[in-house]
């Protein structure tokens, strides 16, 4: 394969891809990033003001991007958005799971004990990842089923490696995310198409807006302890950033990896590497 050919296997022209959660911190990166590779980008949200912040990044890009409301636990609003994709550029490519996070309300604390966390604070932080996963994945693969192709990227996490301590809520459903992830690749390529294809990258640690009261103390805006324990434990020694993950997925979206399906990609600094001693 030359140059040339190299080049083009990151050349999104004329693929449209849909991304839940993408008015986010993550997702919003990887938007830009695909407008950047010419396609069309479908941002999907809750508060689909949220992506006004990058914008202007975003029209200076070669691609097109349009923001629909949808919200990831509503079967009938990703319908709607699905049939307005379809609308305007006619096929749907791939799907990226952007959609998730924890709450505090869900998390162990000195002043919360795991007996104590409300069985809705726990339901709540595993619909919507696992189930905020699991119904765009029925939405939007279904269309891929019917073109008998496309491409699925899920959002695991570190925490489906190794579960965390304090989140237990969100790592269960992390590693739920990477076990669907693995039977739904299964599903769709030994039922419809093994022109389908289901992976997902498990950042490591990213600053996000749902993680920083665990990374950084309130008042001071120094490193807590778990902060400063997982800095320790990750061989590159920092957290990630939103553009740390964007060469992962480009190459699950992208025709180099044509013959990846069912794996979960970590994107750490090295912390599922280290043992500690």
Not at 171 to 185: E, G, H, P
Not at 203 to 209: C, L, N, R, S
Request: net charge negative; charged share 15%; glycine share 10%.
């Amino acid at each position: 394969m030359n140059l040339s050919e190299l080049t083009k296997l990151y050349d999104f022209s004329g693929r449209t891809i849909v991304i839940t959660g993408g008015a986010g911190i993550l997702g919003g990166e990887m938007a830009c990033a695909l407008v950047g590779c010419r396609a069309n980008v479908v941002i999907l949200d809750r508060n689909p003001e949220r992506a006004a912040a990058f914008q202007p990044k975003l029209e200076c890009e070669p691609g097109c991007a349009r923001v629909y409301f949808a919200d990831v636990l509503d079967a009938d609003s990703l319908m709607a958005a699905c049939e307005r994709t379809l609308g305007e550029f006619g096929r749907i490519d791939g799907l990226i799971n952007a959609a998730g996070g924890n709450a505090p309300s869900a998390t162990t604390a000195p002043e919360r004990a795991f007996f104590d966390i409300p069985r809705q604070a726990m339901q709540q932080v595993i619909d919507l990842n696992l189930m905020g996963t699991i119904l765009p994945c029925q939405v939007f693969g279904k269309v891929m089923a019917q073109q008998s192709e496309g491409v699925i990227l899920n959002i695991s996490s570190m925490n489906a490696f190794r579960p965390l301590t304090r989140v237990a809520a969100y790592s269960a459903a992390k590693a739920a995310v990477s076990n669907f992830t693995a039977w739904l690749a299964v599903h769709m390529a030994q039922n419809y198409s093994p022109h389908i294809r289901v992976n997902a990258l498990a950042p490591g640690f990213f600053q996000t807006q749902q993680n920083h009261f665990l990374l950084y103390d309130e008042h001071t805006g120094e490193l807590t302890p778990r902060g400063q324990a997982i800095i320790d434990h990750t061989p590159m020694g920092r957290f990630g950033r939103p553009e740390d993950l964007l060469g992962a997925m480009l190459w699950l979206l992208s025709p180099a990896s044509d013959f990846v399906t069912g794996v979960v990609v970590p994107v750490d600094g090295g912390f599922s590497a280290y043992s500690g001693v």
